[in-house]
Nanobody, 114 residues
Framework: QVQLVESGGGLVQPGGSLRLSCAAS????????MGWYRQAPGQQRELVAR??????TIYPDSVKGRFIISRDNAKSVSLQMNSLKPADTAVYYC?????????WGLGTQVTVSS
């Protein structure tokens, strides 16, 4: 059974940093395109970072220069979030996909507030 488990969320002050981790069981993440998404209350889920199996990264303008996605090992992917803003408050989800399958974690809450 495939599972993605996010960790590292929490409460942080504006300007602070958090590092989210996504740990996988049942699959090897190195063969998947990995993504971090977020969803704030009343809003659609949106992509915040993508890392292809070939190593290409994609970020929307809202987080470019502040967020960094990386593979820690074959079973773990991280999202380093710097210079956090209140607008970054959301539930953050890990996603793994290839041409056959797509998997989601249950999410981790990130709250940016003073």
């Amino acid at each position: 059974q495939v599972q993605l488990v996010e960790s590292g969320g929490g409460l942080v002050q504006p300007g602070g940093s958090l590092r989210l981790s996504c740990a996988a069981s049942g699959i090897m993440l190195s063969s998947y395109t990995m993504g971090w998404y977020r969803q704030a209350p009343g809003q659609q889920r949106e992509l915040v970072a993508r890392l292809t199996s070939g190593g290409r990264t994609i970020y929307p303008d809202s987080v470019k220069g502040r967020f960094i996605i990386s593979r820690d090992n074959a079973k773990s992917v991280s999202l380093q979030m710097n210079s956090l803003k209140p607008a970054d408050t959301a539930v953050y989800y890990c996603n793994a996909q290839n041409i056959i399958n797509q998997y989601w974690g249950l999410g981790t809450q990130v709250t940016v507030s003073s």
